[in-house]
Nanobody, 125 residues
């Protein structure tokens, strides 16, 4: 079993920055992919950024050039650095983990087995 816990959310103004963290515990060995997803009220959950244990990363077009995903193996922690935030980035953000390395699956919520509880990010104009 894997447990995931997000932290670092909050409220910022347009153009501000936040860094989300996701601490993984439990079975943290072997190949894996981890990702950040978000869901705004009334919308489907969407992939924001993903990274696998080969350090291959993928981003949604809407966040390319503004967000950066990284993973610290020593701390078993996933990060999402979010810069130049926009009101449309407002959502509940979730981290997730799956055992696959498939790059094409990185942004697909249906491929992930383990999920955190989520953390709110609010960007005001």
């Amino acid at each position: 079993q894997v447990q995931l816990m997000e932290s670092g959310g909050g409220s910022v103004q347009t153009g501000g920055s936040l860094r989300l963290s996701c601490a993984a515990s439990g079975y943290t060995y072997g190949s894996f992919s981890m990702g950040w997803f978000r869901q705004a009220p009334g919308k489907e959950r969407e992939g924001v950024a993903g990274i696998n244990s080969n350090n291959f990363a993928a981003y949604a077009d809407s966040v390319k050039g503004r967000f950066a995903i990284s993973y610290d193996n020593a701390k078993n922690t996933l990060y999402l650095q979010m810069n130049n935030l926009k009101p449309e980035d407002t959502a509940m953000y979730y981290c997730a983990k799956q055992p696959s390395l498939m790059a094409s699956w990185l942004l697909l919520p249906s491929k992930y087995d383990y999920w955190g509880r989520g953390i709110q990010v609010t960007v005001s104009s």
